[in-house]
């Protein structure tokens, strides 16, 4: 089985744009989470998309943005970038099953703000 | 104060010494996850419990749910154990999962 993909893996903007990031999750998998990561903020939750819905969101301001569509790929798009939001985002993809599920993630896009 | 603390937050060891790293959580859990990040980012799901004490190769986890606390123990590490461990916690009344800082760990040769 192929694992999580994310594209692209390295993006590089300047500040008020805006970036999509695309995550394709595993076969089969119908929940998709994305996740920031920052040098000494740890990964910060942003959103969980089950079956097209946002299922779970994290406090994130409304710049931050996804979709899910009926093959589990997911999309998140950030606008009006600044230059806090250079970092890794990671996306992860689960069975569904919120009370058990493990997570398998993907490598990663590198976003810099410049 | 954080809803899970790791510790310690850096750690450095010699090759073959016995690992413990120490996860607390004050919320409820339905699970809770250790997980491990190599330089360059990929993150792999190591193990996930609910009860008691799960082992795969050299690395233990256990979690004590009374005390909301896990740990996880790795034996004769080995340089290539060398990652930053992360510990998340499925909070049982939404089922968000909420991360530990993480904890890097550093074993010399």
């Known amino acids: 089985k192929a694992g999580v993909t994310q594209t692209p893996r390295y993006l590089i903007k300047t500040r008020g744009q805006q970036v999509t990031l695309s995550c394709s999750p595993i076969s089969g998998h119908r929940s998709v989470s994305w996740y920031q990561q920052t040098p000494g903020q740890g990964l910060q939750f942003l959103f969980e998309?089950?079956?097209?819905?946002?299922?779970n969101k994290g406090n994130f301001p409304g710049r931050f943005s996804g979709r899910q569509f009926s093959n589990s790929r997911s999309e998140m798009n950030v606008s009006t970038l600044e230059l806090g939001d250079s970092a890794l985002y990671l996306c992860?993809?689960?069975?569904?099953?919120?009370?058990?599920?493990?997570?398998?993630f993907g490598p990663g896009t590198r976003l810099t703000v410049l | 104060k954080n809803e899970v603390e790791q510790s310690p937050q850096n750690l450095t060891a010699q090759e073959g010494e016995f690992i413990t790293i120490n996860c607390s959580y004050s919320v409820g859990i339905s699970a809770l996850h250790w997980l491990q990040q190599h330089p360059g980012g990929g993150i792999v799901s190591l193990f996930m419990?609910?009860?008691?004490?799960k082992k795969h190769g050299r690395l233990i986890a256990t979690i004590n749910i009374q005390e909301k606390h896990s740990s996880l123990h790795i034996t004769a590490s080995h340089p290539r154990d060398s990652a930053v461990y992360i510990c998340?916690?499925?909070?049982?009344?939404?089922?968000?999962?909420?991360w530990g800082a993480g904890t890097k760990l550093i074993i010399k040769p």
């Open positions: 992860a993809s689960s069975l569904g099953d919120q009370r058990t599920d493990t997570q398998y």
């Open positions: 419990l609910s009860s008691g004490k």
């Open positions: 998309y089950f079956s097209e819905t946002q299922r």
């Open positions: 998340a916690v499925r909070r049982d009344s939404n089922y968000q999962l909420i």
